[in-house]
């Protein structure tokens, strides 16, 4: 049986490898890859995290283009989000 961090960790490696088959992972997969691997939770806690996050719903809005800001960008604000309530955008700075 894998303790808490080993779980994660192949939580984190099997999103990973979502890579391999679909040959990208998509701006939502990279997020919540990186928000395991900092905040060292699993993929349902960062999952939660970010598909409720007003950064997500954004993101969902093809209008808006955020996703070419570029995951560490994205993961920036979504933790500017979770801790602040806010979401700055760099054009808004």
């Excluded at 701006?27 to 349902?44: M, P, Y």
Aim: aromatic residues 8%; charged residues 30%.
């Amino acid at each position: 049986m894998l303790n808490n961090t080993e779980r994660r960790k192949s939580e984190s490696f099997e999103l990973i490898k979502t890579v391999a088959k679909n040959g990208t992972l998509n701006t939502a997969q990279k997020i919540l890859a990186v928000a395991i691997e900092n905040r060292n939770i699993s993929l349902d806690e960062a999952s939660a995290l970010l598909y409720r996050s007003q950064l997500y719903k954004t993101l969902e809005d093809e209008k808006t283009k955020v996703w070419r800001l570029g995951y560490p960008l994205l993961y920036d604000m979504l933790e500017e989000e979770l801790a602040t309530g806010k979401i700055t955008f760099p054009e808004e700075q």
